[in-house]
């Protein structure tokens, strides 16, 4: 499970909202503002509805500290002061790293539940999860020279002599920030590559394995839904054209599945849901978390996928 706070409540919005009945609405991260619209209290994970004749509320906080140690004690009462002032009817403490003594003394105190969040084996897992790695075909590409297309009208003499000095030779080119003219967002030509090859289709000629495949296209950028810039000190240079020139290869990739952890109530230790995932590091810089967990006694598992830089 990823170490971000997150994956944590991540976790038990999926499980309550696998388990709750019809009628009942799991949010997550929940705020509650004043009258003046100032946040004064934030939930991670609330589940409400009606049970018979009667609505309950349910609140369950999370903690995901491992350089923290143990929870104390202190978040135990400060969770039965949270559920005192906004009239929860249930109050649950989630930890991955367990509860100190004085954290389980409180909680049997203030009726608090606890669960948590411990490393398993694979073993436990053999039942519904049968993979031991993640294997993911990646498209390398080597550009070995980029020659561009500007646009005149945006060509100043401050921005002319910073371009001239950036693409006079291939390795200054390959350095070029490339801005997307719709979201505004920034990639270099390697990602402007690879989308150009997505949408031709260029990948689909390229086998797992086999030889690289050379890279000769000329990618036109007029359509105003699709257009590029180019970032200059002095301002950005609108893009018309982009001729990448070198080679795409297609690699399998092999990535194990890791972090297998059970998610359990303390008191009777009855395990609630299973999770475990894979890190994928990706061409474009990003790592994909792709996780997956299963409620014990439920048919169905999730698989979840997350982009970070």
């Not at 999926?14 to 991260?29: C, H, R, S």
């Not at 589940?47 to 609140?59: K, Q």
């Not at 390697?190 to 150009?196: I, L, S, Y």
């Not at 599945?257 to 890190?279: D, L």
Request: glycine residues 8%; aromatic residues 8%.
């Amino acid at each position: 499970m990823r170490n971000d706070g997150r994956a944590l409540e991540e976790l038990v919005e999926y499980v309550e909202k696998t388990l709750a009945n019809e009628g009942f609405q799991v949010d997550v991260n929940r705020k509650l503002h004043n009258d003046e619209g100032i946040q004064i209290a934030e939930f991670d994970v609330t589940v409400r509805g009606r049970f018979g004749s009667t609505e309950i509320s349910w609140l369950l906080e999370c903690r995901d500290r491992p350089s923290s140690g143990k929870a104390p004690g202190e978040w135990i009462y400060a969770l039965s002061g949270k559920r005192e002032v906004y009239r929860f009817d249930k109050v649950t403490a989630v930890s991955t790293t367990g509860f100190s003594p004085a954290a389980v003394l409180a909680a049997e105190k203030l009726d608090v539940e606890l669960r948590e969040v411990t490393a398993t084996s694979p073993e436990e897992f053999s039942s519904w999860l049968k993979l031991a790695e993640v294997e993911l075909v990646q498209h390398d590409i080597s550009l070995a020279d980029i020659d561009f297309v500007l646009d005149k009208n945006f060509i100043t003499s401050a921005r002319d002599r910073y371009l001239q000095q950036l693409i006079s030779s291939p390795d200054g080119r390959q350095r070029a920030v490339l801005v997307s003219g719709v979201t505004g967002s920034k990639l270099d030509l390697h990602t402007a590559c690879r989308e150009a090859l997505a949408a031709a289709g260029g990948f689909n000629v390229v086998e797992p394995g086999g030889d690289a495949v050379k890279i000769d296209m000329t990618v036109e950028y007029e359509a105003a839904e699709a257009h590029l810039l180019m970032e200059t000190p002095d301002g950005n240079v609108r893009i018309r054209k982009i001729r990448f020139q070198g080679s795409v290869r297609a690699v399998l990739k092999k990535f194990p599945v890791v972090g297998h952890s059970v998610y359990r109530a303390v008191c009777g230790g009855g395990t609630i849901a299973q999770t475990a995932g894979a890190h994928i590091p990706l061409p474009s810089g990003e790592t994909v978390a792709l996780t997956f967990t299963k409620v014990i006694d439920h048919d169905q598992y999730q698989v979840n996928w997350k982009a970070t830089r």
